[in-house]
């Protein structure tokens, strides 16, 4: 009896990593659409990070030094969901690089000081399938970034 209570707790286990795993790539995939088409609406000449499915655009490459993950940066911002509505904006707010989400760790490293860069940032590498604020859950985000310094 107990092999077959374990033998079913196996085969749910297996059952449920496999159904998150497929919501995951669904997603996934659904967030490269939606991605794809708000660049070619935009007319956005977007380049994707390493397949990781995160695009952006520099509009100011900034300095030859760049922050890594570990530093602590100095940024004006604006965050837009995918319908244009705008969820945040902050000018000369400082924090560490560290604590954002994924796709600013990945994306602001990509530009030097006094740079611009707009993120196209998926849903796996902001909040996933959390809603935060006024962000839905598995939303696409748009920030425009100005990174002023960092140290």
Request: hydrophobic share 40%; glycine share 8%.
């Amino acid at each position: 009896m107990k092999s077959i209570v374990r033998s079913i707790i196996i085969a749910s286990i297996v059952l449920l990593v496999g159904l998150n795993y497929s919501c995951e790539k669904n997603q996934d995939v659904e967030d490269r659409e939606i991605i794809e088409k708000y660049i070619s609406d935009h007319d956005l000449a977007a380049v994707e990070l390493d397949n990781t499915g995160l695009f952006y655009v520099i509009e100011n490459k900034g300095g030859n030094l760049h922050p890594t993950v570990n530093s602590t940066v100095t940024v004006n911002y604006k965050g837009v969901l995918i319908n244009g509505n705008t969820f945040d904006s902050q000018n000369g707010i400082k924090f560490s690089l560290q604590s954002t989400i994924v796709g600013w760790k990945l994306g602001i490293p990509l530009i030097g000081e006094s740079g611009k860069i707009k993120l196209i940032i998926p849903s796996a590498m902001a909040y996933g399938s959390r809603s935060v604020g006024d962000i839905p859950e598995n939303s696409v985000l748009i920030f425009d970034i100005d990174l002023l310094l960092f140290n």
